[in-house]
C-alpha cells in the first residue's frame, strides 16, 4: 500500500492508497461524475509520497499518527523519513529482530517532495492506462472494449502521444466518468459490510464482474470521496484508537475485536513477523497486512413511520400482552436518542416468558423499520432458530424476502432490507442496520463471548437501536431492567393465556448412583408412570452425556411399553430423533441442554434430573422447565425436578416462574378457570 501526505489550501493531510494513479487525478482538482458528479475537488498544492510500497498494517498506522505542524513546509526529503521512522520505530525495531528489513533507509528511502501542478506524473501511472486499465467505457459507464481494439476513434497505443489535445481530454474525461461510475456500484455493493479483500472480489467477481480487473481503481476513489474506509484487518493501537477501539495498548483485529495471538513470515506483504488473528480464523484469516474494506456508515432512520400499536395489534394477531409489550418497543424506536451515538446504540430489553410468541412481536418493529426506510437484522446464536425463522418472516414479508445467513449459506452476497443470521456471521458487517434485534441473548455461543457481542456492537448504524430478546435475560440486564436504566416490557403470559408450569422436587440420589446401583427412586418412578398414563411426550434432561446410554437401558426395562430414545450435541441423528418425538413416534427423550431451547412439543412433561447439578444455572432450569405446558390444548403440562440437594439455582428458577405468573395475574391477562 502507498502512503503520503499531502497539503492542500494549508491543510495537511495523510492518505493511503490503492492505486496512485486516481490519487494524482483526484489532488489535480479535476471534477467527477457518478453520483457525485457537482464535487469539485480543490487542487493540493504538494504531495509528499513517503512510501510506493508499505505493509499495510504499516501504512494505515502511519497515515493514523501523522500530527501536522506550520514547520513541515519547510521540510526536506530527510525530514519526512526520519519523521516517518520515528512514528514506526516500535514495528521497524521488531521486524529487525525478526530477521526481517531490507537496507539503511528502509521502508522510506524513496520519500519524495512534490510540487503541484510543476510535478506532474509523480504517480508513475500512465494518464489513460494507469487508472482504470486498458478498457474503454460508454456515457452510462459500461465496459465496451479494449483501448487497443477501439478502431472507431482511432486510438492506438503507439499513437496516444501524438493526440490532440482536446481528444486527450475528452478520453481522459470519459476515463474519469467511468471510474466514478464503477466506484457508484462498488460502494452500493459494500453498503454496510465489512469485507476482507478476497470477500470483496468475490462479490465484485458474482456481482459487479465489469469490475473485476479495475476494482482497486475504484474502490481507491470512493475512499477518497470519503465513500469507503480501507484498513488493516489487524492494527495497532494507535490505528485502532481512531477506530473506536479505545483498550489496552495492544494490537486488535478489527473483525472481531480480538488481540491477535499468532505471528509468521508473509508472503503477502514481506514481513518476518506479519500478526494474524486466531479467534476469527473460520471466517477466513484477519492479518495486519490483510485489507479491510468498510462502507461509510450513514445516519440510522428514526422508526416514526410505522402504524399505530393498535393497528399492528391487529394485523399481526397478538394477545393483549404482546400487544403492550410491542407498543413499547414501538415508543422506545420513536424516541429521539438520549444519549451520544459514541456510547453505542440505545437497548431495549423485551423480557418475554417460554412460549409468549416473541417472533411475533417483533414484527410491527420490522415493519416500523421497514416504512422509515431502514433496514434491520435479526440475529440469533443457533443456525437451527435462523433456519425456523426464515419461513415465517418470508410470509410475513413477501416483499422483502429476508437474507438468510448462516456457515455454508447460499445467500452470503445476497442484499435484504431484512437479514436473518447467526450471529457469528455479523463480523461481516459494520453499522449496516438501523434496527439490530439479537435473540436469545442469553445462549450459547453468544453469551459471555466478547468476540460475538463486539460483532453485534459493530453492526447498528450510528444512532440505531437494538432490541434484546430473552426469557432469560443475563443477571445484569435484570438489574439493569428492575433499576429503570434498561428499557423494557415484559411478557409475563404465554400466547394462550395460562400460567406457566411451576415445578415440583422429587429427592433422589445421584443419577451416577441410580445408574451404578441398577434402579431409580420408587418417586420419579411414579411420576414418569403418571405422565406415560395421561400419553404425555417426556423430556427427560441429563448434565452429563456420558449418562445417556446408562439410563436408556435403565429406562427400557422399566417401561418396555414405550418408545425411549437419548440424543444430545454428539449424535449424528438428533434432528431425526427430535422429528421423531414432535410426531409421537418416540414418547421418551432422554437429553441434554442441547434442547433446551427451541423445541416446541405439544403436550409435553419435563423432568430434569441432577437438577442441582452446577451446570444446570437458573437460565437453564427455566428453559428446560419452559418446554413444558406450551400448548393450548395442554397448557399445564408438568415439571419435575430431581435432586439431592435443593440448589439457589433452582429456588431461584421457581422464583422467576411464579414472578412472572404473579404480574400476569395482576395484570389481569390471566384466563380465568
Not at 363 to 369: K, V
Not at 454 to 466: D, E, H, L, M, S
Not at 588 to 598: A, C, K, M, N, Y
Amino acid at each position: 500500500m502507498a502512503v503520503y501526505v499531502v497539503e492542500q489550501g494549508g491543510e495537511w493531510q495523510a492518505r493511503i492508497s490503492l492505486n496512485l494513479g486516481v490519487d494524482e487525478l483526484w489532488w489535480a482538482g479535476e471534477g467527477w461524475g457518478g453520483q457525485l458528479e457537482a464535487q469539485e475537488n480543490q487542487a493540493a498544492d504538494r504531495v509528499v509520497l513517503l512510501s510506493r510500497s508499505l505493509p499495510l498494517g504499516w501504512a494505515v498506522k502511519l497515515a493514523a499518527a501523522c500530527q501536522f505542524t506550520d514547520q513541515m513546509r519547510r521540510w526536506d526529503e530527510a525530514a519526512w523519513r526520519k519523521s516517518a521512522a520515528v512514528l514506526l520505530k516500535a514495528e521497524i525495531r521488531a521486524e529487525r529482530a525478526a530477521g526481517g528489513g531490507r537496507g539503511e533507509g528502509w521502508p522510506f528511502e524513496e520519500a519524495k517532495v512534490y510540487r503541484l501542478p510543476e510535478d506532474r506524473g509523480w504517480s508513475r501511472y500512465g494518464r489513460l492506462e494507469g487508472v482504470w486499465g486498458n478498457e474503454q467505457a460508454d456515457g452510462q459507464g459500461n465496459v465496451r472494449e479494449n483501448w487497443q481494439e477501439n478502431e472507431q476513434v482511432g486510438v492506438q497505443a503507439s499513437t496516444r502521444t501524438k493526440l490532440r489535445r482536446n481528444e486527450q481530454e475528452s478520453l481522459r474525461r470519459r476515463e474519469m466518468e467511468v471510474l466514478a461510475a464503477g466506484a457508484d456500484r462498488l460502494v452500493a455493493a459494500l453498503d454496510g459490510r465489512s469485507l476482507l479483500q478476497g470477500e470483496a472480489e468475490a462479490l465484485v467477481a458474482e456481482q459487479l464482474p465489469e469490475l473485476a480487473e479495475h476494482w482497486r481503481a475504484a474502490a481507491q476513489l470512493a475512499y477518497l470521496q470519503g465513500r469507503l474506509r480501507l484498513t488493516a484487518a489487524v492494527l495497532g493501537p494507535a490505528g485502532a484508537a481512531r477506530l473506536g477501539l479505545r483498550r489496552r495498548e495492544v494490537p486488535r483485529c478489527l473483525r472481531c475485536g480480538s488481540v491477535p495471538t499468532g505471528r509468521t513470515a508473509c508472503a503477502a506483504c514481506g514481513l518476518a513477523g506479519c500478526a494474524y488473528c486466531e479467534a476469527c480464523l473460520a471466517l477466513g484469516r484477519s492479518r495486519a497486512c490483510a485489507l479491510l474494506l468498510r462502507s461509510a456508515p450513514l445516519p440510522a432512520v428514526r422508526c416514526t413511520a410505522g402504524v399505530s400499536p393498535t393497528v399492528a395489534a391487529r394485523r399481526w394477531g397478538l394477545s393483549a400482552a404482546q400487544a403492550a409489550a410491542a407498543a413499547a418497543a414501538l415508543g422506545f424506536l420513536a424516541e429521539p436518542r438520549k444519549r451520544s451515538a459514541a456510547r453505542g446504540p440505545e437497548r431495549f430489553l423485551l423480557w418475554a416468558v417460554t412460549g409468549a410468541g416473541k417472533t411475533e412481536m417483533i414484527f410491527p418493529l420490522l415493519e416500523a423499520a421497514l416504512a422509515a426506510g431502514g433496514r434491520a437484522l435479526i440475529a440469533t446464536p443457533r443456525r437451527d432458530v435462523v433456519l425456523e425463522l426464515a419461513p415465517r418472516l418470508a410470509r410475513a414479508f413477501p416483499a422483502d424476502v429476508p437474507a438468510v445467513l448462516y456457515g455454508g449459506s447460499e445467500d452470503r452476497l445476497r442484499r435484504s432490507r431484512i437479514t436473518l443470521a447467526t450471529t457469528h456471521q455479523l463480523l461481516r458487517f459494520h453499522q449496516a442496520f438501523d434496527l439490530v434485534i439479537i435473540d436469545e441473548i442469553d445462549a450459547f455461543p453468544y453469551h459471555n463471548d466478547p468476540m460475538l457481542d463486539y460483532a453485534a456492537r459493530q453492526v447498528c448504524k450510528p444512532g440505531g437501536r437494538f432490541i434484546l430478546l430473552s426469557a432469560t435475560p443475563p443477571a445484569e440486564l435484570q438489574r439493569l431492567a428492575r433499576s429503570g436504566r434498561l428499557p423494557h416490557a415484559r411478557v409475563p403470559i404465554r400466547f394462550h393465556g395460562h400460567p406457566l408450569p411451576v415445578p415440583r422436587h422429587i429427592r433422589m440420589p445421584p443419577l451416577h448412583r441410580c445408574l451404578k446401583q441398577g434402579r431409580i427412586p420408587a418417586g420419579l418412578r411414579s411420576a414418569l408412570q403418571r405422565s406415560i398414563d395421561r400419553k404425555a411426550q417426556i423430556f427427560l434432561f441429563v448434565s452429563r452425556i456420558a449418562h445417556i446410554e446408562g439410563l436408556l437401558q435403565l429406562l427400557r426395562r422399566m417401561f418396555p411399553e414405550i418408545s425411549i430414545e437419548g440424543t444430545s450435541s454428539q449424535d449424528p441423528g438428533r434432528a431425526e430423533k427430535v422429528l421423531k418425538f414432535r410426531d409421537g413416534t418416540i414418547s421418551l427423550l432422554v437429553t441434554t441442554t442441547i434442547l433446551e431451547r427451541g423445541v416446541t412439543v405439544p403436550h409435553s412433561d419435563v423432568f430434569i434430573l441432577d437438577a442441582d447439578s452446577g451446570l444446570f444455572d437458573e437460565a437453564a432450569l427455566v428453559q428446560m422447565a419452559g418446554r413444558a405446558g406450551r400448548s393450548k390444548d395442554d397448557p399445564a403440562g408438568n415439571v419435575i425436578f430431581a435432586s439431592t440437594e435443593w440448589s439457589r439455582s433452582q429456588r431461584a428458577a421457581i422464583s422467576q416462574i411464579r414472578s412472572m405468573n404473579a404480574i400476569a395475574r395482576r395484570q389481569g391477562y390471566l384466563k380465568s378457570k
